[in-house]
Nanobody, 122 residues
């Protein structure tokens, strides 16, 4: 299995910035893509940003030009730099990874972190 651990969430005023991190760990695994999703109470989980190995990044229109996703492949870590935060960005942010691992005989699997709370005050 692959474990994902998020960090960096917190409380920030509108217009401020936060940087989220997600580190992947396991006995043996290979990650194809990593991304960030978010979910607010009463809403469905939505895609925020993704980054595929060797491919381009993608962003939801609501965060384009404000958020930046990046990966450090050597550290198996993905980051989400969030700037110009708005109250509408308040949600639990989840890390996601598409990966193959020894535990599943290298078959495709999708993994989720436990989430980190981001709260943006007016």
């Amino acid at each position: 299995q692959v474990q994902l651990v998020e960090s960096g969430g917190g409380l920030v005023q509108a217009g401020g910035s936060l940087r989220l991190s997600c580190a992947a760990s396991g006995s043996a695994f290979s990650i194809n893509a990593m991304g960030w999703y978010r979910q607010a109470p009463g809403k469905q989980r939505e895609l925020v940003a993704t980054k595929t190995s060797g491919g381009p990044t993608s962003y939801a229109d609501s965060v384009k030009d404000r958020f930046t996703i990046s990966r450090d492949n050597a550290k198996n870590t993905v980051y989400l730099q969030m700037t110009s935060l708005k109250p509408e960005d308040t949600a639990v942010y989840y890390c996601n990874a598409e990966a193959r691992s020894r535990s599943t005989d290298w078959a495709f699997a999708n993994y989720w972190g436990q989430g980190t709370q981001v709260t943006v005050s007016s």
